[in-house]
């Protein structure tokens, strides 16, 4: 078996071990594992990446966000490099809310390519997810809302992967956002 293979078990089993009590918001309260491991699918099988450092870090990219995982912890599992690109695409919990998101905005072009395409794949992921179901309590214009503020970030994410920025722009037109200028 390659190398890479087992280290993409060994990471996937990180992340279900670390996610193990946690649910995603829909009505069926799905493992939250699903959307780190859905993440890492969208790189490998639509926008082409083979580069497992980037899956990897797509497969732990909310573990310090939502669990006790610390960026040490992953360093010491599996290396600086997807330390570093988790560390780019983890929000600062200690932020307000509205703070954080617009940080988000901000924070975007300025992110490394490797941390862009997950952050590009995470909101393809999620925006998706939404269109699928709507989380428990969410109004429509949360909703719609969510979509706004999610193209405001993929703008500042583009000339990354020509395939994620297709279907997200997709995902925007049909939701009646308009494109934005730079
Ligand atoms: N669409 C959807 N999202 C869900 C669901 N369950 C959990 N989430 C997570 O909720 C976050 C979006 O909800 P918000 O209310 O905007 O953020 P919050 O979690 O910080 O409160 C995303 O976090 P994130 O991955 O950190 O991404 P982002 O907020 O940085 O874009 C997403 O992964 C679900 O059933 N559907
Ligand atoms: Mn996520």
Same mark, same amino acid.
């Given at each position: 078996?390659?190398?890479? $293979?087992?280290?993409?078990?060994? #990471?996937?089993?990180?992340?279900? /071990?670390?996610?193990?009590?946690?649910? &995603? %918001?829909? +009505? !069926?309260?799905?493992?939250?594992?699903?959307?780190?491991?859905?993440?890492?699918?969208?790189?490998?099988?639509?926008?082409?990446?083979?580069?497992?450092?980037?899956?990897?870090?797509?497969?732990?990219?909310?573990? $310090?966000?939502?669990?006790?995982? #610390?960026?040490?912890?992953?360093? /010491?599992?599996?290396?600086?490099?997807? &330390? %570093?690109? +988790? !560390?780019?695409?983890?929000?600062?919990?200690?932020?307000?809310?509205?703070?954080?998101?617009?940080?988000?905005?901000?924070?975007?072009?300025?992110?490394?390519?490797?941390?862009?395409?997950?952050?590009?794949?995470?909101?393809?992921?999620?925006?998706?997810?939404?269109?699928?179901?709507?989380?428990?309590?969410?109004?429509?214009? &949360?909703?719609?809302?969510?979509?706004?503020?999610?193209?405001?970030?993929?703008?500042?994410?583009?000339?990354?992967?020509?395939?994620?920025?297709?279907?997200?722009?997709?995902?925007?037109?049909?939701?009646?956002?308009?494109?934005?200028?730079?």
């Amino acid at each position: 078996m390659g190398s890479d $293979v087992a280290l993409l078990l060994q #990471t996937a089993n990180f992340a279900a /071990e670390k996610h193990k009590r946690q649910r &995603r %918001k829909d +009505v !069926e309260k799905t493992p939250y594992i699903n959307h780190p491991i859905g993440v890492a699918t969208i790189l490998s099988q639509e926008a082409g990446i083979t580069d497992v450092v980037v899956l990897q870090a797509a497969l732990l990219h909310d573990t $310090v966000e939502d669990t006790n995982t #610390t960026f040490l912890e992953i360093e /010491e599992h599996f290396g600086p490099e997807v &330390r %570093k690109i +988790v !560390e780019e695409v983890t929000d600062d919990k200690t932020l307000a809310k509205m703070e954080r998101k617009k940080q988000q905005i901000e924070h975007a072009p300025h992110c490394s390519y490797n941390a862009k395409l997950v952050k590009l794949a995470d909101k393809l992921y999620n925006l998706r997810d939404l269109n699928r179901s709507i989380p428990k309590g969410w109004s429509e214009l &949360r909703v719609q809302e969510y979509f706004r503020w999610s193209s405001e970030v993929v703008n500042g994410l583009r000339g990354t992967n020509a395939v994620l920025e297709k279907t997200l722009q997709q995902l925007f037109t049909e939701r009646r956002i308009p494109v934005q200028a730079d």
